[in-house]
């Protein structure tokens, strides 16, 4: 199926469409399972049957849901491909934000809004696809199951780890799966435009940390004060300088912006190279070492007392390769009286930039930007390709833009003005098109 000009316009119009709906739907996540995605799973739902595409909505507690369609293929003998987003949002103060975060508004040629980049752009791209082959009666040559997780932003207990592993059954003679972050382009120092797409990624391990103490009045001398005990530790674990590690696809990253900036690939200097990549650079920068940020703080109850023991919690994230050195450093960085916990411990990812679904995806890009560069890179944070790959499905992240190259892009994931261009979600969805229908 090529797109003609009547049918590029209907997608186009209908992807802007969903995605400012979406946006408007509060799904938002606050861990710890305080969320709630069944309004969202319900208009995915309604919009796939607007079409005549048959869904259904799975619930791992109330209002924690996923939504799963399938659309059968041609080649019954080739194995299926999983086209997996999430519904879930990470919460937004409103009082922050030049616009109401969940107007989904059009302003500065951008849709504005929590979701715009993560991801219910990509929703919104799955969507406008297959409601577009739906209402051309278009069938695939491979089987496609769609699939709209729930609870992402807090690892994926009740979303993609439910589903995978109570119904695994869903993603059945499926081999391979394609998620969020990658395939959006950057334009280096050089001028020179690439697209990056998610080959690997590391691992999470968010853990608990614990300090014992004696409990006493404050205005006494305290030896053994949790608190103290707590925050020593937790200085360790912050300013702990971690060693580079360099992996396979961060080689080949390295490897590419060298080629095509002209400037050295020297391990030892690195920050020409990710100088040359702007303000992703932060997010290349977290992808040489392991990573161990501390993020929540609790102890005490009242000012005179000091407390039998503080905790505080750890955002840990592992290079595939190295997942045991960081437990293992951190036990020995806390010293006695301190005790480590796992709370979400999940594998980090690395796969071949390589074979048929690979060179769909560069052809994808280039049939809409023949200028662009396909590059693969290892993404700092997780998706939801993690719980599939524990089903044997191999994962990418590739949801298409070709974005302004003044726009700091990573920077607006989970971010205040979260916004996604009009033409950078129009040229996603065709690219998305292309590449599914040649996937």
């Not at 278009?138 to 109570?166: H, K, L, T």
């Amino acid at each position: 199926m090529k797109l003609t000009d009547a049918q590029r316009i209907e997608l186009e119009e209908d992807v802007v469409k969903l995605c400012q709906e979406l946006i408007q739907i509060p799904s938002v996540n606050f861990g710890e399972g305080k969320g709630d995605e069944k309004a969202a799973a319900e208009y995915v739902a309604a919009k796939m049957k607007e079409v005549g595409i048959e869904s259904k909505i799975y619930e791992s507690a109330p209002n924690r849901c996923s939504v799963v369609a399938r659309i059968e293929g041609k080649d019954k003998s080739r194995p299926g491909l999983v086209v997996n987003g999430h519904l879930d949002v990470v919460p937004a103060n409103a009082a922050d934000w030049s616009v109401d975060p969940f107007s989904g508004a059009i302003k500065d040629g951008c849709i504005w809004g929590r979701g715009a980049v993560d991801m219910k752009n990509m929703d919104a791209m799955i969507l406008a696809v297959i409601r577009l082959w739906a209402r051309h009666n278009y069938q695939p040559e491979r089987s496609i199951v769609i699939v709209f997780f729930g609870d992402e932003e807090a690892g994926g207990i009740y979303g993609s780890r439910w589903m995978a592993e109570n119904h695994p059954e869903v993603f059945a003679g499926c081999s391979e799966t394609i998620s969020e972050v990658g395939g959006f382009s950057l334009t280096l120092l050089s001028g020179k435009r690439v697209y990056a797409i998610e080959a690997s990624q590391k691992g999470i391990e968010w853990m608990k940390i614990t300090a014992e103490g004696v409990a006493g009045h404050g205005s006494m001398v305290n030896n053994a004060n949790a608190v103290t005990r707590l925050t020593e530790a937790i200085a360790k674990i912050g300013n702990y300088t971690w060693p580079q590690r360099i992996t396979k696809t961060s080689d080949l990253f390295f490897q590419k912006i060298s080629e095509i900036s002209g400037k050295p690939y020297d391990r030892n200097n690195l920050q020409p190279l990710i100088d040359e990549v702007g303000p992703m650079g932060k997010m290349i920068g977290a992808t040489l070492c392991n990573t161990t940020n501390p993020t929540m703080l609790e102890a005490g109850y009242k000012a005179n007392v000091i407390p039998q023991s503080a905790s505080a919690v750890v955002d840990g994230r592992t290079l595939p390769g190295y997942e045991k050195e960081l437990l293992d450093t951190v036990k020995s960085l806390v010293g006695e009286h301190v005790k480590v916990e796992s709370l979400v411990s999940d594998i980090p990812l690395e796969v071949e930039f390589g074979g048929p679904l690979v060179d769909a995806m560069i052809a994808a890009i280039k049939s809409e930007d023949p200028d662009g560069i396909p590059i693969p890179y290892l993404l700092s944070g997780g998706t939801d390709n993690k719980a599939l790959a524990k089903l044997g499905i191999v994962g990418y992240g590739f949801s298409p833009l070709k974005l302004p190259p003044d726009l700091d892009f990573t920077g607006l994931f989970h971010g205040i003005d979260e916004r996604v261009p009009i033409d950078s979600l129009q040229f996603g969805a065709r690219t998305l098109f292309h590449f599914l229908v040649n996937a």
